[in-house]
């Protein structure tokens, strides 16, 4: 059986073998339901209450501020939809970046489609949007802002607590909503430290299994629900919780080691293939050295991503060509952050894991010459 080398982590990490033994056991043990008001409920419930507090208390919050949900798309939903609708009589003005994840622009296009104004505020060059474009947009009748803390295609780290200050400073009755996805157990960081009312989190970006995530909603905020039913998740989100996959979720967060101590030898790949790269001539970095480390977006000028991606992925190398979600459409990141359609259409992303090892940056530079010579043909 060949080696393979997995640098696709921001798509999805390889789930923990505790994680999955943590969820066969809830399915198999704790298959009552928490709502039940009999002993196999009971369990059920302490299980999942448990869980609830494993996640609360690595984002430095209570557990009652946590809700569980499918993952970041519905929790994203969730925040956004239930937010601007709660606050419809106090304004109609959200602000946004256009760098958001696909499960935040679709919201705000529906959004406006319900009447709100949205203004997209665009990135330098390097990825980040300005505080001062933040301070800018966000005025008194602003009602919704919306700023991810890491950029899912280019690991830039954008200036949530600014957005959080111009809110301040403006008097706006506006909810701060951060997608937190890529930051997860990778930054330090907590919503209250951010000054957020909104955090989106979800677990197979942690090594737990696909199909859950958390909204956390500051204690005090109101937003509408947007599934209606039993009424369970404090009314906010209905439908039967799936224990299984929150306790697997909650066995990861567990597992996961401080930001700080998985920080620096993430860092150290991330310089590793930066050097690679900057000996060949046809590479170009797109995100900034300031970003978290986790994600190095390139270009390998002259190949179109996917032909690169493909014959990477022959050889046991795995990358992506932009947001797993974006499937095969040009990076809306990268045309924001003003670059050519050249780079944006070679465009490649390595994302690293805290399992990741030298061996996989080796691997993908030494494909990514192989790549250029067999595919100079293409050029």
Known sequence: MRTEHYLDNSATTPVLREAAEAASRL???????????????????????????????????????????????????????????????????????????????????????QGFTVEYLRPGPDGR???????????????????????????????????????????????????????????????????????TVSGHKIHAPKGVGALYIR?????????????????????????????????????????????APVAALNRRLREALAGLPEAAVHSPEEALPYILNFSVLGVRAETMLHFLADRGVYVSSGSACGKARPSHVLEAMGLPKERVGSALRASFSRFSTEADVDALAEGIKAGLAAL????
Do not use: W, Y
């Open 27 to 113: 399915m198999l043990d704790c298959f009552g339901n928490p709502s039940s008001l009999h002993t196999r409920g009971f369990l059920a419930k302490k299980e999942l209450d448990a869980a609830r507090a494993v996640v609360a208390a690595r984002l430095g919050a209570q557990p009652e501020e946590i809700v569980f949900t499918s993952g970041g798309t519905e929790a994203n939903n969730l925040a956004l939809f239930g937010a601007a609708n709660a606050r419809k009589r106090l304004g109609r003005k959200i602000v946004a970046t256009a760098v958001e994840h696909d499960s935040v622009l679709r919201v705000m296009a529906g959004l406006e489609g």
């Open 129 to 199: 949007v300005s505080e001062e474009a933040l301070a800018q947009a966000i005025d008194g009748e602003t009602i919704l802002v919306s700023v991810m803390l890491v950029n899912n295609e280019t690991g830039a780290v954008q200036p949530v607590e600014a957005a959080a200050r111009a809110i301040r400073r403006s008097k706006a009755p506006a909810l701060l909503h951060t997608d937190c996805v890529q930051a997860f157990c990778k930054l330090d960081f907590t919503p209250r430290r951010l000054g957020a009312d909104l955090c």
């Open 219 to 263: 204690k005090g905020v109101r937003i509408l629900p947007q599934m209606l039913g039993g009424g369970q998740e404090r009314g906010l989100r209905s439908g039967t919780e799936s224990l299984p996959l929150i306790g697997a979720f909650a066995k990861a967060v567990e597992l996961a080691p401080k930001a700080g101590e998985a920080l």
């Open 376 to 379: 100079a043909k293409e050029r």
